[in-house]
């Protein structure tokens, strides 16, 4: 993936409280296009492996179970500046603490229902977006 994408997911409390109309048109509003994009539920398997890197951490089993309770839109974004920009666009993890106007802040009600992923770096973006996106869905 160029390094001018990211990879984002609307989570799971952001969908069922209806936000991913509002949510897409935020980050379209902010100059991204959507490269790639699908509605689906992951299981624990997948969602374990998404975060494998927070494993050892002790919110990553309420993070899976979190994860799969509902259906999330997955989505690479291209912008120039992607991953930078995103997470400035969706502000901070806890949305106690995200700036006014951010995604998290109007749209987010904590640190585990938080509305939305983005990754935290041209390399993870890579990643995350292969994980998800085979070459014939990506545009
Ligand atoms: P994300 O990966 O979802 O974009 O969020 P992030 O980079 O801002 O935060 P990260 O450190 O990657 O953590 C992934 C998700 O785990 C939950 N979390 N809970 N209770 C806690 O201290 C805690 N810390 C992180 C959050 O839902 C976070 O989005
Ligand atoms: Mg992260």
């Known amino acids: 993936m160029a390094t001018n ?10 969908v069922a409280n209806g936000h991913i109309g509002a949510i897409l048109n935020d980050i379209i509003a902010d100059g991204f296009s959507i490269v790639a994009m699908k509605y689906i539920q992951l299981t624990k398997k997948t969602a ?23 259906p999330i839109v997955a989505a690479i974004l291209e912008k120039d500046n992607a991953v930078a920009d995103f997470r ?22 904590s640190i585990d229902a938080n509305a939305v992923h983005g990754s935290d770096s041209n390399e993870n973006a890579e990643i995350e977006g292969n994980f998800f996106f085979s070459q014939f869905e990506r545009f």
């Open 48 to 70: 374990g492996d998404f975060y494998a890197v927070h494993k050892e951490r002790p919110f990553y089993g309420e993070l899976v179970n979190f994860m799969t309770s509902g």
């Open 88 to 109: 400035k666009l969706i502000g901070a993890t806890n949305p106690a603490e995200a700036a006014e106007g951010t995604i998290r802040n109007k749209y987010a009600k």
């Open 5 to 14: 994408r990211t990879f984002t997911m609307i989570k799971p409390d952001a």
